[in-house]
């Protein structure tokens, strides 16, 4: 009976919270909420594709409520415009989940930081210091090995008499490269050899990263109830052990740079020796140097390989745009030398294909909730402070509105007309934009265009036998970022000499 009341209370409570913003709000139109739990149990699994249907009923702004937080979904360039940049500062906070806030040490790092003096400041370190055309320049070389890396694993791979003719599990060798590359860039660490077998500390590594993925995902629907926090309890222990475990680890990585620059005299291009010498000049602590490192790692880790696979499956269901590009590499490049970072600019088309592949398969199609900071209306609604706004980056670049035939994949089109796809054209945002946009866009375009002009300078790619091209899965697993409902599997065939299938083997 005392159970019964509670749930009636809250429900009572929740319906006299609801009808008080209704009444004293405008709010975006969306479907109906239940009590206590909201619109949770009618959102599909694939958040974005869910919203966007939404959006053709409700309009292409709607209220979804998780729980008893009401968070705006906004779906077309006009609005994502004016929330990122005319509503800006507003709308410039984070919502942090209770695991979130653990992992950021209460928004400590950049990706979870609220906005103000310190997001501010970390914004400041990315932007001229970590991310500065400079260093990612002198950076271009260890990019360039773990691409040339990529190419040679599979080489070997596909001439083994065993596995002449059969199609090669794509994620494996896209993965090893996002790995290395993103390990080598913070921590300056090649935790896998060339062999693919990775050491203690790379072991360590990765069981760190699933197991924060494992922490992060067990709390979802506790932080949406309130009410109902009682009955999931932060599990403190495991939060603080694995909290831990990732500064013993980081802070061992850091005492070893620190060491070896004592003995060099000189810091290393890598984000883990940049921050160490910037601490004194911007004042970091050790949770934000800890923090920024892991940012990148997250941000990072994954993001490149799914970009990547999404292309790949793209250009084998479309084999004129595969053999277009080919042309354009064989006439750049040639058959007697591999392509270098310095070749984009000559490469237009192969540029075009990966902007295409972003428009199409964004990484992170659900933008991060924008929490804001104040009360703020866009489209002529409200949008109450503590609310979270949410840009469909998915759904923006597939407005028929904006975009014709948004549904085909068509590079040509970005030859036709220069679109920006870092923050300043509102049609296209797979990196974000405003106050928050990815400070490492650059990188991840460079890195992207890089891994595709090689693989399809090498190789030529087929569907695995017995499978027709537009019959490829091309559906999209639940979660944050979007990966391949069934990973790629697919027959390369090498189409240069032999001795330029071999890693380049740098070490800076």
Not at 243 to 252: K, S
Not at 403 to 432: A, N, Q, S, T, Y
Request: overall charge neutral.
């Amino acid at each position: 009976m005392a159970l019964l009341l509670v749930l009636i209370s809250i429900t009572a409570i929740f319906l006299a919270y609801k009808l008080y913003q209704r009444l004293r709000f405008k709010l975006p139109p969306g479907p109906h909420p239940w009590p206590i739990v909201g619109n949770l149990y009618d959102i599909k699994p694939v958040r974005f594709r869910c919203f966007a249907e939404w959006s053709q009923a409700y309009g292409p702004i709607i209220s979804v409520w998780f729980g008893s937080t009401l968070n705006v979904i906004v779906s077309n360039s006009e609005l994502a415009k004016e929330a990122l940049k005319e509503k800006d500062q507003q709308l410039a906070d984070r919502h942090r989940s209770r695991s979130a806030a653990k992992f950021s040490r209460d928004g400590k790092d950049l990706i979870w930081a609220d906005y103000g003096p310190h997001y501010v400041k970390v914004r400041k370190v990315c932007t001229l210091e970590l991310f500065s055309p400079k260093r990612l320049e002198a950076l271009r070389p260890i990019r360039e090995d773990e691409v040339t890396a990529m190419v040679e694993s599979i080489f070997k791979d596909v001439t083994n008499p065993e596995n002449l003719g059969k199609s090669i599990l794509l994620k494996k060798y896209l993965g090893a490269v996002a790995f290395n590359n993103i390990t080598r860039l913070a921590f300056g660490k090649r935790f896998m050899n060339s062999e693919g077998v990775i050491d203690e500390q790379g072991l360590e590594f990765k069981a760190i990263v699933a197991n924060g993925l494992k922490l992060g995902a067990s709390l979802a629907m506790a932080e949406h109830i309130p009410w109902l926090r009682w009955m999931f309890p932060l599990e403190e222990e495991a939060f603080a052990k694995h909290g831990a475990r990732r500064d013993r680890l980081t802070r061992a990585i850091m005492e070893e740079h620190t060491l070896a620059r004592e003995k060099s005299g000189g810091a290393k291009q890598h984000f883990v020796d940049a921050l160490l010498t910037l601490q004194d000049k911007y004042d970091l602590s050790e949770d934000t140097i800890i923090g920024l490192l892991w940012d990148m790692i997250t941000a990072g880790m994954d993001t490149t390989a799914i970009s990547v696979e999404w292309a790949m499956a793209e250009l084998i269901k479309n084999p004129r745009v595969q053999q277009k590009v080919q042309a354009e590499l064989d006439h750049v490049i040639g058959l007697d030398r591999v392509m270098s970072e310095s070749d984009f600019s000559n490469l237009p088309y192969l540029q075009s294909v990966a902007k295409e592949a972003l428009r199409l398969h964004p990484p992170t199609p659900l933008m991060l909730p924008h929490r804001a900071n104040a009360n703020v209306k866009i489209g002529g609604y409200d949008i109450p402070k503590g609310s979270n706004v949410h840009v469909n980056v998915w759904a923006v670049a597939r407005d028929p509105a904006v975009w014709k035939d948004p549904e085909e994949f068509r590079p040509e089109r970005f030859l036709e007309e220069d679109v920006d796809m870092k923050g300043h054209d509102f049609r296209l945002l797979p990196f974000g934009a405003g106050r928050r946009v990815c400070p490492g866009a650059q990188l991840g375009i460079n890195l992207v265009t890089s891994m595709l002009g090689h693989l399809l300078h090498h190789f030529n790619w087929a569907p695995p036998e017995g499978v027709n091209p537009e019959d490829l899965d091309m559906s999209e697993n639940p979660g944050l970022v979007s990966y391949m409902r069934t990973p790629l599997q697919a027959i390369p065939t090498s189409r240069l000499p032999a001795s330029l299938y071999k890693r380049m083997a740098v070490d800076i």
